[in-house]
Every structure is written in C-alpha cells, then in structure tokens.
C-alpha cells in the first residue's frame, strides 16, 4: 500500500465557510482529523445498500458491497470506489506510522487505512473511516 501523491482539492472552501457549513463534530473529524468515538457512529453497523458520500461535499467515496464487519468500532470497507475517490498520506501524528484517508475531492479527513489485519477480504486492507464523514445515499 503505497500513498498517493496528493493532487490540489476541487473542492476549496474558506475555514469559516467550513465552519457554516458543518456541525462541530463534522467538523472536528473532516477538517481538524478528528475522530469520533467508537461504537457511537451512525454507520458503525448499518447494512443498508448503497453508496457514501463525503459529508463535507458529496463525492461518493465507498459503496456497501465493499463494507464489511470488522468489530473495531467504525465503518470499515476493504476498498474505495474505482479511481481517485480517496487520497493516502503518510500520519505520524500519534508517534506511529498510519495511512490517514482523504476525500480527494475536498481534502476532508475520512479516518485511516491498515492493512496485514488477517480480515477476510479481498484487498486485506480495512478502511476505518469516521461515520460523521459520511452520508449514505441508500439504493432502495
């Protein structure tokens, strides 16, 4: 897994414009790389079909086929949509080294990939990403 070399957002917003536009927990976890509390999102355990969007400005990023249970207290996915959806960069913010997830639309934070996990999918990555950042769109 090899991040990708970050493009310029399409998506460009003043942090007060942000601000008016999103809840102070959205964003505390799209814009400041929060994270929400685990088992508290609510799309931890959701099996609804369909496909997510960025909360901050609507690009679809995950669909629920590739969603999976990973018991670790946020929505995991083992992939995102085909194409340049999500943007991987390098995090050593906590003194280890992770994969922080980005829209690549708006640059928002989405949460982390890992992999080497042992899940059962066909990527062995797990995309553990915030469900504040999300908006599902259901299919039915």
């Known amino acids: 897994m090899d991040p990708v070399t970050e493009q310029p957002a399409k998506v460009v917003k003043t942090d007060a414009e942000w601000r008016a536009q999103l809840s102070p927990e959205e964003y505390h976890v799209l814009r400041r790389a929060g994270t929400e509390r685990p088992f508290t999102g609510e799309y931890t355990d959701t099996k609804t079909t369909g496909v997510y969007h960025c909360r901050a400005c609507g690009a679809e990023?995950?669909?629920?086929?590739?969603?999976?249970?990973?018991?670790?207290?946020?929505?995991?996915?083992?992939?995102?949509?085909?194409?340049?959806?999500?943007?991987?960069?390098?995090?050593?913010?906590?003194?280890?080294?992770?994969?922080?997830?980005?829209?690549?639309?708006?640059?928002?934070?989405?949460?982390?990939?890992?992999?080497?996990?042992?899940?059962?999918?066909?990527?062995?990555?797990?995309?553990?990403?915030?469900?504040?950042?999300?908006?599902?769109?259901?299919?039915?």
């Open 61 to 140: 990023l995950f669909r629920s086929e590739t969603k999976f249970d990973s018991h670790c207290g946020w929505p995991s996915f083992f992939t995102p949509l085909a194409g340049d959806a999500v943007i991987e960069r390098v995090d050593t913010s906590l003194g280890m080294r992770r994969v922080e997830v980005l829209c690549a639309n708006c640059h928002s934070h989405l949460g982390h990939v890992f992999e080497g996990e042992g899940y059962p999918t066909p990527t062995d990555l797990r995309y553990c990403i915030n469900s504040v950042s999300l908006h599902l769109e259901p299919t039915e």
